[in-house]
């Protein structure tokens, strides 16, 4: 679904991303990990076709991104960014109303009245009953469930999120978590999150990629790659792995920060 070959981005004289390169398979879901500004959040936007890199390719269903219209693109990738610009008296509906421009076009946005797939985005997400709430007046749990329902309502096989997780609450967190795992499955959606939490993404991700200094550390399935010692070389600390009694899947705690 997703082939990123030998990407490189450049702020200036720093590089960024180093010939990074990462194929998503379809229905699968990727976790990027890694420290601050080691170019995960980065590389979600040039898969988004929001950054040109300076080399390198990407290509979504096998076409490069750099031949596609930003609409096209937006028909094959959605994307929920960390946070929202202001959106001062919209309603839920209004702000999932925008996610159909790709597919309705400007004319098609001047019409009034949500069309089936802005319906089903806020029924699979559970704000259908917040739709006249102004986005505004919501919870931060509630917030995050109408960006969501923004970005499926564009209707393209591909998710991409950075840190949906990002100022919830532990519950609200795991609700978000679930709500894209079900999503996944019952849509066949392709997900790649930027994702802080280590134990999150291996709990929720198919496949995870670690990436340190803006280049790939190791990737592979969380059981394979999530040891001591990928805490240690990717997020600097020491700290502990197992497997969850529940769940099966790798577990973290960290003792102290790596001398």
């Given at each position: 679904?997703?082939?990123?070959?030998?990407?490189?981005?450049?702020?200036?004289?720093?590089?960024?991303?180093?010939?990074?390169?990462?194929?998503?398979?379809?229905?699968?879901?990727?976790?990027?990990?890694?420290?601050?500004?080691?170019?995960?959040?980065?590389?979600?936007?040039?898969l988004?076709?929001?950054?040109?890199?300076?080399?390198?390719?990407?290509?979504?269903?096998?076409?490069?991104?750099?031949?596609?219209?930003?609409?096209?693109?937006?028909?094959?990738?959605?994307?929920l960014?960390?946070?929202?610009?202001?959106?001062?008296?919209?309603?839920?509906?209004?702000?999932?109303?925008?996610?159909?421009y790709?597919?309705?076009?400007?004319?098609?946005m001047?019409?009034?009245?949500?069309?089936?797939?802005?319906?089903?985005?806020?029924a699979?997400?559970?704000?259908?009953?917040?739709?006249?709430?102004?986005?505004?007046?919501?919870?931060?749990?509630?917030?995050?469930?109408?960006?969501?329902a923004?970005?499926?309502?564009?209707?393209?096989?591909?998710?991409?999120?950075?840190?949906?997780?990002?100022?919830?609450?532990v519950?609200?967190?795991?609700?978000?978590?679930?709500l894209?795992?079900?999503?996944q499955?019952?849509?066949?959606?392709?997900?790649?999150?930027?994702?802080?939490?280590?134990?999150?993404?291996?709990?929720?991700?198919?496949?995870?990629?670690?990436?340190?200094?803006?280049?790939?550390?190791?990737?592979?399935?969380?059981?394979?790659?999530?040891?001591?010692?990928?805490?240690?070389?990717?997020?600097?600390?020491?700290?502990?792995?197992?497997?969850?009694?529940?769940?099966?899947?790798?577990?973290?705690?960290?003792?102290a920060?790596?001398?």
């Open positions: 679904m997703i082939e990123a070959e030998d990407i490189t981005v450049r702020f200036g004289s720093r590089t960024v991303l180093d010939e990074v390169s990462v194929t998503v398979e379809r229905g699968e879901w990727l976790a990027l990990v890694g420290r601050n500004g080691c170019g995960k959040s980065t590389l979600l936007r040039v988004a076709g929001l950054l040109p890199p300076a080399d390198g390719v990407v290509r979504i269903q096998g076409d490069p991104l750099k031949s596609l219209s930003r609409r096209e693109i937006a028909r094959r990738v959605a994307i960014s960390q946070s929202m610009p202001p959106v001062g008296a919209m309603t839920v509906s209004q702000l999932v109303r925008q996610g159909r790709a597919v309705r076009g400007p004319l098609g001047l019409g009034n009245g949500q069309d089936a797939a802005e319906r089903t985005a806020m699979d997400t559970a704000v259908l009953d917040l739709a006249d709430a102004q986005v505004d007046h919501l919870s931060g749990g509630e917030r995050q469930r109408a960006r969501l923004l970005a499926l309502a564009q209707d393209a096989p591909v998710l991409l999120l950075d840190e949906p997780t990002t100022y919830l609450d519950r609200h967190q795991l609700e978000v978590l679930e894209v795992r079900r999503l499955r019952e849509r066949g959606l392709t997900v790649v999150t930027v994702l802080h939490d280590l134990s999150q993404a291996a709990r929720y991700a198919d496949r995870i990629v670690a990436l340190r200094d803006g280049v790939v550390h190791t990737q592979g399935p969380a059981d394979e790659v999530v040891d001591a010692g990928l805490l240690h070389a990717v997020f600097g600390v020491k700290g502990r792995v197992w497997l969850d009694d529940l769940t099966g899947k790798p577990m973290c705690s960290y003792d920060a790596s001398s």
